[in-house]
């Protein structure tokens, strides 16, 4: 699976932006896909995840009630919808995908994720 990420750029803090993950997939059935991100020196962070078959959705608690995980299975895209934003969000981050299913103990987990994409840069200016 390709994933190719967009939509990252530079806001202000309290701004929203909406980051896009194009998908080389026939369909996300059965599907984890997941957000992560990295400052530098850190190392990657979850942000969300979305498990395709329940559509059951996870977030970082850094994030909780700020960012909404979505999927266009007509598409084949993922979106990460980031509303009051900080200067802390600042990151590149990535899209994640699995053809499986993951167990809410492992959805969290990078290492569980086996297609990424290129990451695309968030500022948060304060």
């Known amino acids: 699976v390709q994933l190719q990420a967009s939509g990252g750029g530079l806001v202000q803090a309290g701004g929203s932006l909406r980051l896009s993950c194009a998908a080389s997939?026939?369909?996300?059935?059965?599907?984890?896909i997941a957000w992560f991100r990295r400052t530098p020196g850190k190392e990657r962070e979850f942000v969300a995840a979305?498990?395709?078959?329940?559509?059951?959705?996870y977030y970082g608690d850094s994030v909780k009630d700020r960012f909404t995980i979505s999927v266009d299975n007509a598409k084949k895209m993922v979106y990460l919808q980031m509303n009051g934003l900080k200067p802390e969000d600042t990151a590149v981050y990535y899209c994640?995908?699995?053809?499986?299913?993951?167990?809410?103990?492992?959805?969290?987990?990078?290492?569980?994720?086996?297609?990424w994409g290129q990451g695309t840069q968030v500022t948060v200016s304060s």
């Open positions: 994640a995908t699995r053809p499986t299913r993951l167990l809410p103990a492992y959805i969290n987990r990078e290492d569980m994720y086996t297609s």
């Open positions: 997939v026939r369909t996300f059935n059965s599907y984890s």
């Open positions: 979305l498990r395709w078959s329940d559509s059951a959705r």
